[in-house]
């Protein structure tokens, strides 16, 4: 059986425009999404803003109906079936509230055990153990309000494994956490992994995807456009180099005229402060260089380097040189 199942999933959004006008928009914001999910796979789910990634996780977790389509937890239907997939799951979303900063970090795992109806006996052994687990062994008696944002994070992930979850749900986890914290934060989802939980990680770094997914699922304007482990998907840019250039305030015009070269086959461009980084893929590779070089003429260019394409490059060729 798979951990999750998900058949022509769409779901639309009505909003209201216009003040005098009054006319309603539709918004398709999943828009005919099928996978599975194998039990004990950490499966990535990667796109940009708005794709849809949120959307999806809240039909998964039973938070909003679908519009078309259906989708299974653990067997379970998410619509007919909710009370049954919401006892095998936990989910977290991307800086979320729901912790008590007043309380300490036990007090409030103890508070969410109750709550959801955990044996008292069980939660006695389990709260150290998940405080353990999560790396915050001997900090359960402080309180959350003193917690760094990466302790914080990382309650979340103890309190939903209270009632011990098959399967997680985590929306953007380490949004807003530091690099240290957000490494932690995925030493936690690696020893989930070791557990053989299934998870559904969204996320919008990819290294990250890479790094922990068995098997990603980029998604874009509500659908699935590619669906391949990391490495699948670097296939689809092994072709290619990547030329970066560094320059400093290069002008619209001058991006559009790299990008018309017959060599490119997707540009994307990177703000760094003062500087830009240009990111050209083609299969050229460093015999590009010289003709990037002269169409930048008159421009300030700073370092250039050719390179072996990453995942984000496969991703920029995916979603379009826009993302
Ligand atoms: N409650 C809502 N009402 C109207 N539109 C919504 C609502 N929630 C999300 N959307 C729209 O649906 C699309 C997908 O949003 P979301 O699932 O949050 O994307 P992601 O998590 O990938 O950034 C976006 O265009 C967003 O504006
Ligand atoms: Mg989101």
Excluded: C
């Excluded at 949120?54 to 998964?60: E, H, Q, Y």
């Excluded at 389990?126 to 914080?152: A, D, T, W």
Aim: charged residues 25%; neutral net charge.
């Amino acid at each position: 059986m798979n951990a999750i199942e998900i058949n022509h999933l769409r779901r639309i959004f009505r909003a209201q425009i216009g003040v005098f006008n009054r006319s309603i928009k539709e918004v398709f914001a999943v828009d005919d999404i099928s996978f599975e999910v194998q039990q004990g796979e950490l499966f990535g789910l990667l796109g940009p803003n708005g794709a849809g990634k949120t959307t999806t996780v809240k039909m998964l977790t039973t938070l909003l109906i679908p519009s078309l389509g259906s989708a299974r937890v653990g067997g379970f239907d998410v619509v007919k079936q909710a009370n049954e997939v919401r006892k095998r799951i936990g989910f977290i979303f991307g800086g979320e509230r729901g912790l008590y900063w007043r309380l300490s970090g036990d007090d409030n795992l103890r508070y969410f055990a109750s709550l959801y109806g955990v044996d008292p006996e069980v939660s006695k052994k389990r709260i150290p153990y998940l405080m353990e687990m999560v790396g915050l062994k001997g900090r359960g008696n402080e309180r959350v309000g003193g917690y760094s944002r990466g302790m914080k994070q990382r309650l979340h992930v103890a309190r939903t494994l209270l009632h011990d979850p098959d399967i997680l749900f985590l929306d953007e986890p380490t949004i807003g956490l530091d690099p240290v914290g957000a490494r932690e934060f995925r030493n936690v989802i690696l020893d989930l992994q070791s557990q053989k939980k299934t998870i559904l990680l969204t996320t919008h770094y990819m290294f990250e995807a890479d790094a922990l997914s068995d098997r990603i699922a980029i998604i874009n304007k509500g659908s699935v456009i590619a669906l391949d482990t990391p490495s699948g998907l670097k296939k689809h840019v092994s072709d290619l180099s990547v030329v970066e250039v560094e320059t400093f305030g290069a002008s619209e015009i001058v991006i559009e005229k790299l990008r018309a070269l017959p060599f490119v086959d997707a540009l994307s461009v990177e703000d760094r402060d003062q500087k830009q980084m240009i990111l050209i893929q083609t299969e050229r590779g460093a015999e590009a260089v010289p003709d990037v070089i002269s169409a930048l003429e008159g421009q300030r260019v700073g370092r250039v380097i050719v390179r072996e394409p990453t995942l984000e490059d496969a991703y920029v060729r995916l979603v379009g040189g826009g993302a």
